[in-house]
């Protein structure tokens, strides 16, 4: 949730030389977040930079290509950042991706495209109730139970295929319209990442469901006194975090026009636990915005395609994101003040 300071150090504070109130002020500051105010910093040079070597960065095209390729990877940003709000983690994400893009490919080439989505979608949820109910009934901490559906998801997902893509999805209209349709010019994809940031916004920020999923990472034991059920938050957030995956999933297939068990979806759980990082939400659990990891989604997004247009080799891509992880995590841990592994004090 947005942090707000204390009325002293606001007090202190020389009056703002532009004529604003420093009432409105500070309401600005809490709806953007200092951290979301760095993060359009560091994209508006970021821009700046690579727009600077590149003039083709800034084509009507190129714009359309950040914004695809961002839509898979941003929604599952989107629910990671609930999950580790709630003080887990979902290392399985891109897994489920790769098993529900198979299962929507091939359940399509049998049926259609309704109970292709439908389907996947319903595979998706079954591997997130998995999830939950490991991290619940088996007492297995979240990463190292989500590190082991990482692997039997995806080997499922082989499994199903024997290791090659399934079925074709590019003659048919609703995949089409999903992979490269339009509403008011935007493409289909970009709507599809915007609807569920916009659900899950609204969700943490003005249910009861989002303020106990905050208080539930931020001390589960006094949440638990306060008659929360704990265990059916977890699995809950779970089973939305498989739907989700599951959408990505879809767009998978859509994109590529067949299922791909691994294609497309390798590396995604590191690129939302980046983006998530990135956006704020602390590792430890209650606190973090939606709005601060689609500005997260974006910067990486625009490094990426930078580093592309500017011919770096895409090895060179992997390493960008593990440090800019890295990045994160440290500058998380020098904000909370808390005593550092292997220093004194």
Known sequence: MPTTQSTATLRSQPPIETGARPGVFRRVLEVVGVQNISLLMAIALV????????PLFFTVGNLRVIGTAIAISGLLAVVQTIVIIMGALDISVGSIAGLTSVSSAMIFTATGPFLGVVGAVGIGMLCGLLNGCIIV??????VIATLATLAAYKGVAQLISDGRAQGYTGADGFFVFLARG??????????????????????????SVGRNIYAVGGNDIASRLAGININRYI????????????????LITARTGSGQPVSGSEGLELEAITAAALGGAALKGGKGTIAGTILAVIL??????????????SFWQNVAKGALLIVAVVIQQLRSGERRIGLPG
């Open 47 to 54: 821009v700046a930079v690579i727009g600077s070597q590149n």
């Open 137 to 142: 009934f088996g007492r297995v901490n979240p």
């Open 182 to 207: 339009t509403l008011l010019g935007v493409p289909t994809l970009i709507w599809v990442l915007v609807i569920i940031a916009v659900l899950a916004h609204v969700l943490l920020r003005y249910t």
């Open 235 to 250: 699995i809950g957030v779970y089973v939305a975090t498989g739907a989700v995956a599951a959408i990505a999933g879809v």
């Open 300 to 313: 990486l997004g625009i490094l990426t395609n930078g580093m592309t247009l500017l011919g770096v080799n």
